[in-house]
């Protein structure tokens, strides 16, 4: 008898219908004997409903408040949720952040888990009950308020949780079979990867690949949680996020490449003329940093003698581009630079493997399927498992297809049976 | 300074409009100085959506989730006004009942108040911001599973923590000018009344009048909690509900008649042919408290000595009368009646006054304008400061305006500015 905690995400439990569907195969899980904790976010469009709400009444609603309003999202799912179950003869309870013990900082809309202090999770197992946990919220330790995880809440609820009761596996049920190769959107004959190590997913999530945020993997790594990532759609096996060998396995060398991430949601933002004395480049990062902005790929231009000036070019989430350059505009006269450029058309791909770490040869050969393509490359960073490339964002999905033949990643068969996207 | 208690119903804050009105108004309290505390109802119809959301997972959702799902509505009002108020330049903090230190007992759906805990709310009083406390909720003490009060919750919350924290006064604000001496959709030259005791209220709502639930009344005379019923759409004095003088009142003796109620939710049932012999009534009287259904009137004809039957009949809330009945049917052998009828058009009218104690002459005075209007009485009830009469439901409304005309109720005024009506 195993004990395993399942996820399930909006588009999961989206209407009454939706509902009925999970709770059967919960059911299904704990009659075939294991012990089950589901984790499940809010109904469909629900957080965003709730949002437009609160922007009717407020232009900047107070964070505590926020955090309250949201949380009745999971609350009318996981309610909801329980009474399904019950109605199908097995007992359920539902426990929304507080009662499951999930602890966090006091960082409303992005809080962070501090602890699970599981006891009544584990009295409802032990009445032979599935619990029903609301994902995505907390409650502070002292002040005993609600608190909201913000983005990929939800998976890092159930990774938390799973880690808390010690589980044999927290399974991430989404609307795609697994972690492919690549988008199956873009490259159609993408593969859906049985096994993927912590590390590489980790590398997949930060390049772009949404299956699972980078939030949820970092803590399923540093507590050695298998993740199982798989469609709440079908009965299909999914991928497993774990660094040990699963059953099964061939003992084999590892692959070189994992697959081949991409990312339209980055802007390139150009400083112009900046004077080429130490300490300005750590200037303007310091600048941006002080905007709450996070700087992804970072390139300087070789500093003409004539002039003393050279050029930095940076990479930063496009919903933080105002903000930033905003910033860097009210000190341009304190750092000196001549101007500003923004660019919002770019894309990245990124080739991940933990097996290129022994190959060399790995970036000639991306940098030559690119080039055979017609591709231009305008900035490049590397790292031990990962090289990521900026393109314009209109040939990112021609740099996909190219770079995922060119490593053989392209599958056979037509196995993969997509209901959305990596990319979602 | 003082110290008010306001509560806003479901259709005082039905949208965002109404949210951002309802602020504004406290706001004014505020800002005039006083401490205020806000229970707030869910939105509109969010509870009844989620009733039917739920009757689409299961016909018989169980109770501790029904409860789960039905908070999250003040969860989100209550988050949205707090929002609004801070908009307005104002501070304010929402709490949940868990949060206000609202315990109750393990009743779901109908749980009790035993006790508030208002450290929470006090802080916040003293910390100058604006308490909003979700109406209707509690929580258990010792397992803290969440709890609902049922119908009239809200109000009983409101009245509750006035009591906790020593409220001067406990406006509960309604669709309606405040309480009438009779509902004026009826009676439209009914007046509105500055005051009522709490003796005079009880027996109002226990008659039908639906501007103030019983349970709500119950709390307030016990803790001698002052109520306020006023309209939340304009700016009136309402009705004080109260046993001390308030400001402004002429000494002067007590008028004998407060108000004229009337209630079309009950039913009639009659069993014929009971043999008359001791212990019969009781009987059947237990059998219909086994199907946990309250009976309101109670009439047993006088035997036919020839037969040695009788009939008996009493009134019940229409909604049970499934209930009854199937439970009467059940136990026909045993109790040994011929046979049952039901009638659910009736109607009952109560004439309520303190001032009747001291009055001989009228329940006289009021069959008379009943003889007078030609309306055929089928029951009679009396107790101190009431008497009810059990009508045709198609005259009820006819029944209403005799008693209220010959009582000299009639306002002399065109004053009554009616939203919606005491009978809502």
Excluded: W
Aim: hydrophobic share 45%.
């Amino acid at each position: 008898m195993g004990l395993i905690v399942q996820k399930y995400g909006g588009s999961s439990v989206a209407d009454a219908a939706s509902i009925k569907r999970v709770a059967k195969r919960i059911t299904e899980a704990k009659r075939a004997g294991d012990d089950v904790v589901v984790v499940v976010s809010a109904m469909g469009d629900t957080t965003d409903e709730l949002v437009d709400l609160a922007h009717q009444i407020s232009p900047m609603p107070p964070s505590r408040e926020m955090d309250i309003l949201l949380t009745a999202g999971e609350r009318i799912s996981m309610s909801l949720l329980a009474m399904a179950i019950a109605n199908l003869g097995v007992e359920a309870q539902s426990f929304t952040g507080q009662q499951a013990g999930v602890i966090t900082d006091e960082a409303h809309g992005r809080a962070r888990i501090i602890d699970v202090k599981a006891s009544r999770i584990r009295k409802a197992l032990d009445a032979g009950a599935v619990a029903i946990v609301a994902g995505f919220q907390g409650v502070t330790e002292h002040t005993n308020d609600v608190t909201t995880l913000g983005r990929g809440g939800s998976d890092t609820t159930a990774v938390a949780i799973a880690a808390a009761i010690g589980a044999n596996v927290c399974e991430i049920y989404t609307d795609v079979d697994g972690v492919f190769t690549a988008d199956p959107r873009i490259v159609p004959n993408a593969r859906k990867l049985d096994r993927i190590t912590y590390e590489e997913m980790l590398d997949m999530a930060a390049s772009g690949a949404k299956v699972l945020m980078l939030r949820c993997v970092e803590y399923a790594r540093r507590n050695n949680v298998p993740i199982h990532v798989r469609s709440s759609f079908s009965g299909h096996l999914g991928t497993m996020v774990t660094d040990d060998p699963i059953e099964g396995d061939v003992p084999m060398e590892q692959p070189i490449i994992s697959g081949v991430a991409h990312d339209r949601s980055e802007a390139k933002i150009t400083v112009v003329g900046v004077p080429d004395v130490p300490g300005t480049a750590a200037q303007i990062f310091e600048i941006v940093a002080g905007a709450e902005v996070n700087i992804d790929m970072i390139v300087q231009n070789v500093s003409a003698a004539a002039t003393g000036l050279t050029d930095i070019s940076f990479t930063l989430p496009a919903a933080d581009g105002q903000k930033a350059m905003a910033a860097l505009h009210a000190m341009q006269s304190t750092v000196g630079f001549a101007s500003l450029q923004y660019d919002d058309t770019i894309g990245k791909l990124s080739l991940i493997g933990a097996g290129m770490r022994s190959h060399p040869g790995v970036s000639a050969k991306l940098f030559g399927a690119l080039r055979d393509a017609s591709i231009n490359i305008e900035m490049i960073s590397t790292s031990e498992i990962r090289v990521s490339v900026v393109t314009r964002a209109d040939q990112l999905d021609d740099a996909v297809r190219a770079v995922h033949t060119a490593f053989g990643l392209d599958s056979d068969e037509d196995e993969a049976v997509v209901y959305g996207g990596t990319g979602r």
